[in-house]
T-cell receptor
Framework: DQQVKQNSPSLSVQEGRISILNCDYT??????FLWYKKYPAEGPTFLIS?????DKNEDGRFTVFLNKSAKHLSLHIVPSQPGDSAVYFC????????????FGKGTKLTVNP | GAVVSQHPSWVICKSGTSVKIECRSL??????MFWYRQFPKQSLMLMAT?????????EQGVEKDKFLINHASLTLSTLTVTSAHPEDSSFYIC?????????????FGQGTRLTVV
């Protein structure tokens, strides 16, 4: 049973436009959510996180939105840049983030110049 | 951000031999380290969780006698793949978290590409 789902395996956007990556979860115990970016043959790099006490967290071009009632979160990248092309993983954890991370399958983002 | 160093970044070994992968937290104390495995076009699959000074907790389906994990200090964890077989070829990634600190995000090593021939 997949507790964290990223239903879009890939996304393609034009440079300068907004990229929106979506993530759904099923476990109501999850209360801490993270986004990671991964290039091929490298380890994931932490991008941004959000606790369930918030519904939005912003860091530069990256904003994460959390809709607890819908068990849905999204990552917005504005404006998108070619260097943002990578696989983005959504991850969730319980107990304020102290439990193990459960990852989605990832969404491959391609930003076209 | 915090730095986690994983070594080696790639290794080729013969079937039947053992391979050790190291994961070090360079600028923080990693109370917990996680070992993941990633198959092509798949998500990161957690293999085991290790807390410093205690035995690792393995996920269902992961053979603990085959994947030996040691977390002897707050800055070092090792994963040893024993009697490696070609089906063990994969990308292995460690991550470390400092649960005593303010941030609970995990920081990842660079990953190790293991090829068993």
């Amino acid at each position: 049973d997949q507790q964290v789902k990223q239903n879009s395996p890939s996304l393609s956007v034009q440079e300068g436009r907004i990229s929106i990556l979506n993530c759904d979860y099923t476990n109501s115990m999850f209360d801490y959510f993270l986004w990671y970016k991964k290039y091929p043959a490298e380890g994931p790099t932490f991008l941004i996180s959000i606790s369930s006490i918030k519904d939005k967290n912003e860091d530069g071009r990256f904003t994460v939105f959390l809709n607890k009632s819908a068990k849905h979160l999204s990552l917005h990248i504005v404006p998108s840049q070619p260097g943002d092309s990578a696989v983005y993983f959504c991850a969730a954890s319980a107990q304020g983030g102290s439990e193990k991370l459960v990852f989605g399958k990832g969404t491959k983002l391609t930003v076209n110049p | 951000g915090a730095v986690v160093s994983q070594h080696p970044s790639w290794v080729i070994c013969k079937s039947g031999t053992s391979v050790k992968i190291e994961c070090r937290s360079l600028d923080f104390q990693a109370t917990t380290m996680f070992w993941y495995r990633q198959f092509p076009k798949q998500s990161l699959m957690l293999m085991a969780t290790s807390n410093e000074g205690s035995k690792a907790t393995y996920e269902q389906g992961v053979e603990k006698d085959k994947f030996l994990i040691n977390h002897a200090s707050l800055t070092l964890s090792t994963l040893t793949v024993t009697s490696a077989h070609p089906e063990d070829s994969s990308f292995y990634i460690c991550s470390a978290r400092d649960l005593w600190g303010l941030n609970t995000e995990a920081f990842f090593g660079q990953g190790t590409r293991l090829t068993v021939v």
